[in-house]
């Protein structure tokens, strides 16, 4: 089965900056648009910024010219750099992503399991 794992979550002070990961495992014969969500205490999970096959992008107002997604399809990768982090971009960040696993088959849905972001001082 297909796996996305994300990492590089942790505390950072404002201003400074992180990068998440998210690697996808498992039998897989492409991976179609990637998004990263965020979800904060008591909030709904919201869309921080997505990526297509063709690496065309987009990013919610909030975070623009803050952070920069990306992808790596060899090593089956999507990045989030985040730079100039704000106290309102604690949360758990989700990696989400439409995979295919067979040629004839249409892509499936998946999400990770989330890692946290805290900025504080």
């Known amino acids: 089965q297909v796996q996305l794992v994300e990492s590089g979550g942790g505390l950072v002070q404002p201003g400074g900056s992180l990068r998440l990961s998210c690697v996808a495992s498992g039998s897989i014969v492409s991976i179609n648009a990637v998004g990263w969500y965020r979800q904060a205490p008591g909030k709904q999970r919201e869309l921080v910024a997505s990526i297509s096959v063709l690496r065309s992008t987009s990013y919610r107002d909030s975070v623009k010219g803050r952070f920069t997604i990306s992808r790596d399809d060899v090593k089956k990768t999507v990045y989030l750099q985040m730079d100039l982090l704000k106290a309102e971009d604690t949360a758990v960040y989700y990696c989400?992503?439409?995979?295919?696993?067979?040629?004839?088959?249409?892509?499936?849905?998946?999400w990770g399991q989330g890692t946290q972001v805290i900025v504080s001082s």
């Open positions: 989400n992503a439409d995979v295919r696993l067979s040629i004839s088959e249409r892509p499936q849905n998946y």
